[in-house]
């Protein structure tokens, strides 16, 4: 189980930081996004997180933790808890 | 790195040539005042050493002059003087210097001082590299999201003229962010509607737009359902798009009696103020455009029904996310508000002329973040 944590807004500007920070540790059964200090996010981090589950194995579980009510509500919009767990 | 050396005097030529030249830096000295401006200019130097007296002119104008000959150029000016009292000193740096010390000199001191100012010109010329290369990256993403522009502009002027059944209204952004809304109506009298977000900024955004636009019109002009159309755009997307970009949107499909058909994947509810005021939603409870494979894609469909007077309202999350001068977002229940007062109207272009200004004073003096669309449809079925 491995944690990568964002903080403030979640947005283009982390696209690189945040391919760096999976690419290194793709051989986990969970991950999980602890959101609990994102303040903002947009469709370009939506895109991030499906990037994500794409570079790594389809039979890892990703988390996606914490997030306010505000994110969680996009999440659901786009039915991200197709491809991701929200909690 | 270059010193231009001015001095009158021999030895203090030959003590700073040698201290520079242990610097590995390349000195050229001189004695007077016309010598210096030539050699300025002729060999470039980077750093200048002066005295405030030198034969044939005086070391302030000498300053004053060599600064306004480097222009946009940084090349710090260092006086060397025996003359070190405060009013000189002070009367050096008016001039233009940029550092000050006193004859005689210690050579270590000298050695020190001239390191730091080595420093501060690499350091001038890397931020100097640096800011003419973000200057050009700026231009062209500027370049490039007028273009973007252009691109969407060009397509939407194939869509439906505003009528008292169709308006669109599109306030763009600064950084355009890629709304796309079509209308046209098809050769049974039916009305296709599609308005979509794609994720992303400039160019980028607008790739997926055009065979969007060519798979949507196609289908104005084959009858195509609604639920095919949905899955061919999605197939589309899905190849052509990056695995980080999408778009979101709606299809909606709406006869001439007002029944609706819909798909809807990653956008807001859209909203039908009823005749009498109330407000039911179109859902959308799919994933975007682009993001499932073929066979994992859902073209299941949602129906609703327009009767005469009611209004279909489809508003993108630059609507819902529209800030005012207090950095408060709009959100969904003050949209819903806002509907309910506007298209009290009769007539749909003046309720969206209504609502438009509304947004607009809602914003006030803040800046608008995200492209604003919006679109309203009346049942084409003549009054009862």
């Avoid at chain 2, 060397?80 to 002070?90: G, N």
């Avoid at chain 2, 005021?277 to 327009?306: R, W």
Wanted: proline share 3%; hydrophobic share 40%; glycine share 4%.
């Amino acid at each position: 189980m491995v944690t990568i944590t964002i903080v403030g807004s979640f947005d283009f500007s982390l696209f690189n930081d945040f391919r760096e920070a999976y690419s290194e540790i793709n051989n986990y059964k969970i991950y999980i996004i602890d959101m609990s200090m994102v303040e903002y996010l947009d469709s370009a981090a939506l895109g991030m997180l499906l990037s994500m589950r794409n570079a790594i194995n389809a039979d890892s579980n990703i988390q996606l933790k914490g997030a306010n009510s505000f994110i969680k509500n996009i999440l659901m919009i786009s039915r991200f808890d197709k491809r991701f767990e929200i909690q | 790195m270059k010193l231009l050396c001015v001095d009158s005097e021999l030895v203090y030529r030959e003590i700073i040539s040698l201290c520079a030249k242990n610097e590995n830096v390349i000195v050229k000295a001189v004695d007077c005042y016309e010598d210096a401006i030539k050699s300025f200019i002729d060999f470039a130097p980077d750093i200048v050493t002066l005295d405030v007296i030198i034969k044939g002119g005086s070391g302030f104008d000498l300053v004053k002059k060599l600064k306004s000959l480097s222009g946009n150029r940084f090349v710090p000016m260092i006086f060397l003087t025996s003359h070190a009292t405060d009013s000189v000193m002070d009367k050096c740096f008016k001039y233009g210097a940029d550092d000050f010390i006193p004859k005689p000199f210690n050579e270590v001191l000298f050695n020190i001082r001239l390191k730091t100012h080595i420093r501060h010109v690499e350091l001038m010329k890397e931020m100097y590299r640096k800011n003419k290369a973000l200057t050009y990256y700026q231009t062209m993403i500027e370049r490039e999201h007028d273009m973007a522009h252009n691109v969407l502009d060009h397509i939407q002027t194939r869509s439906e003229k505003n009528s008292e059944h169709v308006v669109i209204t599109r306030l763009s952004a600064a950084s355009f962010n890629g709304d796309l809304a079509l209308v046209k109506t098809r050769p049974d009298g039916a009305r296709l509607v599609f308005v979509g977000d794609f994720t992303g900024h400039g160019l980028p955004a607008s790739i997926g737009a055009l065979p969007v636009m060519h798979a949507f019109f196609d289908a104005v002009d084959d009858l195509l359902d609604v639920n095919q159309l949905a899955s061919q755009l999605n197939r589309i997307l899905f190849s052509i798009l990056p695995d980080y970009m999408f778009c979101a949107g709606y299809l909606i499909l709406m006869t001439p009696h007002g029944d609706i058909t819909y798909w809807g994947g990653g956008m807001p509810h859209a909203f039908i103020r009823r005749a009498n005021n109330k407000i039911d939603y179109l859902q959308s409870n799919h994933m975007p455009l682009g993001i499932l494979p073929v066979d994992e894609f859902e073209a299941d469909l949602q129906c609703n029904t327009l009767n005469n007077s009611d209004t279909l309202i489809i508003v993108s999350d630059g609507v819902l996310e529209l800030k005012n001068c207090q950095d408060e977002m709009l959100g969904c229940d003050q949209v819903r508000t806002l509907i309910s007062e506007c298209y009290a109207e009769k007539s749909l272009v003046l309720a969206q002329e209504k609502i438009e200004k509304k947004l607009t004073d809602y914003r006030g003096e803040s800046v608008q973040l995200d492209d604003i669309t919006l679109v309203a449809l009346r049942n084409a079925c003549p009054q009862q």
